[in-house]
């Protein structure tokens, strides 16, 4: 594709149920990076992935959160028991490799209620 | 711990006046820096990159090792400019951290 696509572009949830939100990056990216940005915020770490491998989970907020990358392409961001606290919009870039320019989606706008 | 700060949530600037947005980063290696920008409705997307020594859109940005500063600079605002702003910071195959951000508001 011409760009890094993410699906849903909006997910409205309740509180509790399980999630999962798809990245699907530039064709040939190796890099990949989940971000959330809450209201007012800038874009806050959560996990970094070279090729299949998360290279950095840091920034995953706890055990509830889970990320996965099987083929080296398409990354799925998974949340269990979803908590008010996670609404959110979560965003996905994709670089050739991990310090040249990261391209955005559109992000997935997350709302739990 | 590497660290981003953006001092100012918003800036507020009269067309044709200069810009300046301010970056401060803390990093023990060296850094590369990065300043994002999102205009209304778009995705963030790269406005330049500190080893670029580029002027995109008439943006530049010099960094500072020793005030480990990277602001962004532009003689002559315009309308257009008005978005949000992100500083960014990335160690070579690396994590990238965020500021969080500075909304420009350019005043006609």
């Known amino acids: 594709g011409a760009g890094v696509s993410q699906t849903p572009s909006n997910k409205v949830t309740e509180k509790g149920k399980y999630v999962e939100l798809r990245c699907d990056p530039i064709?040939?990216?190796?890099?990949l990076y989940w971000y959330r940005q809450s209201l007012g915020q800038g874009p806050e770490f959560l996990i970094y992935?070279?090729?299949?491998?998360?290279?950095?989970d840091s920034g995953l907020p706890n055990d509830r959160f889970f990320a996965v990358r099987p083929e080296g392409s398409v990354s799925t961001l998974k949340i269990q028991r979803t908590e008010r606290g996670d609404s959110a919009v979560y965003l996905c870039?994709?670089?050739?490799?991990?310090?040249?320019?990261?391209?955005f989606g559109q992000g997935t706008r997350l709302t739990v209620v | 711990a590497q660290r981003v700060t953006q001092p100012e949530k918003l800036l507020s600037v009269f067309k044709g006046a200069p810009v300046e947005l301010k970056c401060n980063y803390s990093?023990?290696?060296?850094?590369?820096l990065f300043w994002y920008v999102q205009y209304s409705r778009q995705r963030l997307q790269l406005l330049l990159r500190?080893?670029s020594r580029e002027s995109i859109k008439g943006f530049t940005a010099d960094l500072n090792k020793g005030e480990t500063s990277f602001h962004l600079k532009k003689p002559f605002a315009q309308e257009e400019d008005s978005a949000m702003y992100y500083c960014?910071?990335?160690?070579?195959?690396?994590?990238?951290?965020f500021g969080k951000g500075t909304r420009l508001h350019i005043l006609p």
């Open positions: 870039a994709s670089s050739a490799n991990g310090n040249t320019e990261a391209f």
């Open positions: 064709s040939g990216h190796t890099a």
């Open positions: 992935f070279q090729g299949t491998g998360a290279a950095d």
């Open positions: 990093y023990s290696g060296s850094p590369e």
């Open positions: 500190h080893i």
């Open positions: 960014a910071l990335s160690n070579r195959d690396d994590k990238i951290i």
